[in-house]
């Protein structure tokens, strides 16, 4: 099977063809971190304008690294959501317009079904497994029976790991996005602060992190009253240390409780260099198998969403010249 992916969900936009769900031909991303960094974050209008702009030639691309000619594709999977949605309807619109001009079938994905199958394309999963999924706006726990289901066991109540991440980071001054710069300067400091864990109630897999973004305003705020004096080096090192403990220990319950001996790391926080190590040492202790895929399949990309639109694809389930995108499309 020859799959054409298109994402277009945030702020890259990403083609890519993917053979027989695994092996990826070419997978295209064009980032516009550039044109948001200067307003702090991913100004929306902006986004859509540089999608519309982008999406014909990476798309070209696409086809062109990949050495293929539209008439080889089995299918087009487009990411339907969730995401921003004047960013979405691009790729669902560029999708569903190649779709017919080249009569292809059309495959919707959802946009955190791709972060969990950028790991397919690292080693074919196996079942039953668990998935901690970690982004820009999503902090979830999902396990999997099977290809294509997804039971959501535990999620964030506020913010996502990624956003927390990056407000820390605008208040340490570093620029958008935060999260690799918080990642740089922990491997450099020591975790000094005591900074706080959120358990939530005894048996929950859920997440909270705006109590710990809070935490470090207030410990940079009170610092300065007192005449303390923490480096960005131990703030981001502290902060981490608390981001890391919660995420694994949380998951290596999750994955003593449903029994499962396969665990996936996705999402653009899967990045994350102490995230990495930390959950490679415990799994390796409890001898679970880990999969991370490789930065560039962390980050959103299209190849992720042709590896998750194959199994659509093959299972039948195909969408049709009504697709829209959807901002808040749900998993399960
Ligand atoms: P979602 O996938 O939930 O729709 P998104 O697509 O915007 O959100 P991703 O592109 O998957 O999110 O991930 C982007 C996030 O990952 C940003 O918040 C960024 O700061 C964070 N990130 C990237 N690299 C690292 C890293 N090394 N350490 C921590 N965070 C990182
Ligand atoms: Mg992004
Ligand atoms: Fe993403």
Redesign the pocket.
């Known amino acids: 099977t020859l799959i054409l992916g298109i994402e277009t ?4 936009t990403s083609a890519a063809v993917v053979k027989n769900g695994r092996e990826v031909l070419s997978n295209i991303v064009s980032s516009q971190i550039d044109s948001h960094k200067r307003f702090g974050g ?1 100004v929306p209008e902006i986004a859509s304008r540089h999608h519309v702009e982008q999406v014909t030639y990476i798309v070209e691309e696409a086809l062109e690294t990949a050495g293929i000619t539209p008439d080889e594709l089995d299918a087009i999977a487009v990411t339907e959501g ?2 921003l949605v004047g960013a979405l309807l691009i790729g669902v619109n560029a999708a569903k317009a190649l779709a017919f001009a080249w009569n292809k079938p059309l495959v919707a994905v959802h ?2 079904a791709g ?1 969990i199958y950028a790991n397919h394309i690292v080693d074919e999963l196996t079942f039953p497994l668990l998935s901690l999924v970690v ?4 902090t979830e726990l999902i396990y999997m029976k099977d290809h294509v289901s997804y039971e959501v066991i535990g999620e964030t109540r506020d913010d ?4 927390a ?2 407000k820390v ?1 605008r208040t340490l001054g570093l620029p958008y ?4 710069h ?2 740089r300067l922990a491997q450099i400091g020591e975790p000094v602060i005591n900074l706080p864990r959120a358990w939530l109630e005894e048996g929950s897999y859920d997440f909270s992190f705006s109590g710990l973004k809070s935490a470090v305003i207030n410990t940079l705020h009170n610092a300065k009253q007192r005449g303390e004096s923490w480096s960005n080096e131990e703030i981001a090192a502290s902060f981490q240390a608390s981001v890391v403990d919660v995420l694994v220990t949380k998951t290596l319950k999750a994955v003593e409780e449903k029994g499962v001996e396969r665990l996936v790391l996705a ?3 899967a ?3 102490g ?1 990495r190590e930390a959950l490679t040492a415990a799994c390796e202790k409890v001898g679970i198998t880990l999969t991370i895929p490789p930065i560039a399949l ?3 990309n299209a190849a992720m969403i042709a590896a998750a639109g194959t199994f659509l694809f093959n299972k039948g389930c195909l969408a049709d010249e009504r697709l829209n995108g959807q901002a808040g499309l749900k998993l399960e």
């Open positions: 969900s945030c702020d890259e991913v969730p995401g946009h955190i972060h982004s820009g706006g999503h996502a790991v990624g956003e991440y990056d980071a996005p935060g999260g690799p918080i990642d999402g653009g926080v990045a994350n260099k995230l962390c980050t959103d």
